[in-house]
């Protein structure tokens, strides 16, 4: 890479060549990173950024792995509420079994479920992935944690961004986005603490075995 500063909308020439490389199936990319690193919002960019290259716009799929937590009232019943986030508490498995499906010829129309951040809860089969979609995206903290379940997220994946960003500014971020969603802030700031921050040690090193790593979207390496 030449010490010219390229953004996630710089790498879209890089998804066509993905796609071409695993067609006729589908490609996946994941957009990995720990909480609050701005994987979302990385994301949105990329998708609004395929809608003006037309070897890929309407082709691109997005698949969250937030819609893969677990229900509260099933939290409740495993007394994990309290540690929402973390690994244990997504249906890892039904999220590779998506992500296989997405991958799977012959092409067929897969729903997947999202996530309602407002009241806390996933929202079934709410994300469609048609069978003309070329690429799909799909981002979460656990993409690279390779442990568990989650191996088999890990070995679903045609290549994976990694996103990062100054620890600090993460959390602000993290307590920002609690906040909104109704917390106080001594509350907020608690649980990130507690619950984010430990999740994000988790994935520390994650970047290490990305393809792609961004630092608050702008490229830092690209292999």
């Known amino acids: 890479m030449s010490g010219e500063s390229r953004s996630v909308e710089?790498?879209?020439?890089r998804l066509e060549a993905l796609v071409?490389?695993?067609?006729?199936?589908?490609?996946?990319l994941g957009i990995a990173g720990p909480p609050g690193a701005g994987k979302t919002t990385l994301v949105t960019r990329l998708l609004t950024a395929v809608t003006a290259y037309p070897a890929l716009s309407g082709r691109v799929?997005?698949?969250?792995?937030?819609?893969?937590?677990l229900t509260n009232a099933t939290l409740e019943s495993l007394g994990r509420r309290d540690r929402k986030g973390a690994p244990d508490t997504f249906d890892a498995v039904a999220y590779a079994g998506v992500l296989a499906s997405v991958r799977a010829e012959?092409?067929?129309?897969?729903?997947?479920?999202s996530f309602d951040h407002v009241v806390g809860e996933p929202v079934p089969h709410s994300c469609i992935v048609p069978v003309e979609a070329d690429l799909v995206v799909t981002e979460g903290n656990y993409l690279l944690l390779g442990s568990g379940d989650w191996t088999g997220v890990t070995d679903l994946l045609d290549e994976v961004w990694w996103c990062a960003l100054d620890g600090d500014v993460r959390v602000e971020r993290l307590v920002s986005r609690h906040v909104g969603t109704g917390r106080e802030v001594v509350d907020a700031t608690q649980w990130v603490l507690r619950s984010d921050e430990a999740n994000a040690q988790l994935v520390d090193g994650g970047a290490e075995r990305a393809d792609v790593?961004?630092?608050?979207?702008?490229?830092v390496r690209e292999g």
């Not at 710089?10 to 020439?13: E, I």
């Not at 799929?61 to 937030?66: F, I, N, Q």
């Open 106 to 113: 012959p092409r067929a129309v897969v729903a997947a479920p």
């Open 10 to 13: 710089d790498l879209v020439g």
């Open 20 to 28: 071409a490389r695993v067609a006729p199936r589908r490609a996946v």
């Open 61 to 69: 799929a997005h698949v969250p792995m937030d819609g893969f937590h």
């Open 213 to 219: 790593v961004l630092l608050d979207g702008v490229v």
